[in-house]
């Protein structure tokens, strides 16, 4: 085991003042476990981890602070917008990473100005997050890989933008992570264990031309990959929010292939009552599967949900408890 510590005033060997500085002091020709240890404070850093077996540890998620404030909507040098999947505070590029006891913020603000703003950039097998905070608006939480192709020219313009799609799987236990639309995004098999799903807002959205009532935000927009028997599932989880009632979608179909599965979640009152949206998308409610297992609180209404949103059974749900979902091929069981 090897240790690394960041720390802005202490100082000694294996100690660095960044967390940028840390990381690339990691050896690259052996694969013994790392842990860089990160002292209380706010790190201002945009950071890339992208050597397995390495730990980021905080003291906590109050105390140690990741952020950094770019967002899609900037203009870079050669006149091109930043887009989404380079928005990212901290991207974790790659298999056997723990992130524990720290937030990471994406601090651009507001939300109406800066677009989608990634916090987590997760793409790689066996990630593992526990009591962390994860924090923006607009795609706070990005569980990759990418789909195979973007809907548009340049949609996907970032670091994974052509390789290979491995679809990993990631743990997050004990998490509060915050947004507002599709702040849970992506197609890894990503598993959520008592973690808070807070929908939150910069500001009110306005009602559409005919006075609708506006739609305050989408939870989820899994986009798993046709063929893959899990998507997203949240295990004992609070969806909480300060929207206001009846305003916010437990999730929508990125793509048509979409799972998410809520397993005795407790739901609040700005949950919609028809649970799910469809994006529009006719075609999908053949091929999506969105489901819920003993949801309780003000948010759940079975009977009220969208026509293509499931109840399971006893004997259904017990196929999306964390050993069936994350075991895999290698038998994997997270070490939270």
């Not at 469809?278 to 949801?295: C, I, P, V």
């Not at 749900?317 to 038998?331: H, P």
């Amino acid at each position: 085991m090897i240790d690394y510590y960041v720390s802005k005033t202490d100082s000694g060997e294996n100690h660095f003042p960044t967390i940028r500085q840390a990381v690339a002091q990691v050896p690259d020709y052996t694969m013994e476990p790392v842990t860089i240890h990160l002292a209380p404070g706010t790190y201002h850093e945009k950071v890339t981890i992208a050597r397995p077996f390495l730990t980021l540890e905080g003291a906590g998620p109050a105390s140690t602070v990741i952020s950094y404030d770019d967002c899609a909507t900037q203009i870079l040098k050669d006149g091109s917008k930043r887009g989404t999947f380079r928005s990212y505070t901290l991207f974790v590029d790659g298999h056997d990473i723990t992130l524990r006891n720290l937030t990471v913020k994406n601090a651009s603000f507001p939300r109406q100005k800066a677009g989608q703003a990634i916090a987590l950039y997760a793409d790689g097998d066996r990630i593992q997050a526990e009591n962390c905070r994860f924090e923006s608006f607009q795609d706070t939480l990005f569980t990759g890989p990418l789909p195979p192709a973007a809907l548009s020219p340049g949609g996907f313009t970032g670091p994974k933008e052509f390789a290979e799609r491995i679809v990993g799987r990631q743990y997050y236990k004990n998490c509060y992570i915050c947004g507002d639309i599709d702040f849970i995004f992506g197609s890894a098999t990503a598993y959520f264990e008592e973690c808070e799903i807070a929908s939150v807002y910069s500001e009110p959205p306005a009602p559409d031309a005919e006075g609708t009532p506006p739609v305050y935000g989408y939870v989820t927009a899994a986009s798993t990959p046709e063929g893959y028997p899990y998507g997203y599932v949240f295990d004992r989880c609070r969806f909480t929010g300060i929207c206001p009632e009846k305003s916010v979608y437990l999730g929508r179909p990125w793509r048509n292939f979409a799972k998410t599965v809520l397993i005795d979640c407790e739901l609040g009152g700005h949950i919609r009552r028809e649970g799910f949206h469809d994006w529009n998308k006719k075609e999908a409610h053949g091929t999506l599967f969105y489901a819920e297992y003993r949801s309780f609180g003000e948010g759940a209404a079975p009977s009220a949900r969208a026509p293509f949103v499931r109840q399971l059974s006893d004997e259904e749900a017990q196929k999306f408890r964390r050993e069936a979902v994350l075991s895999g091929k290698d038998g994997w069981r997270p070490s939270i």
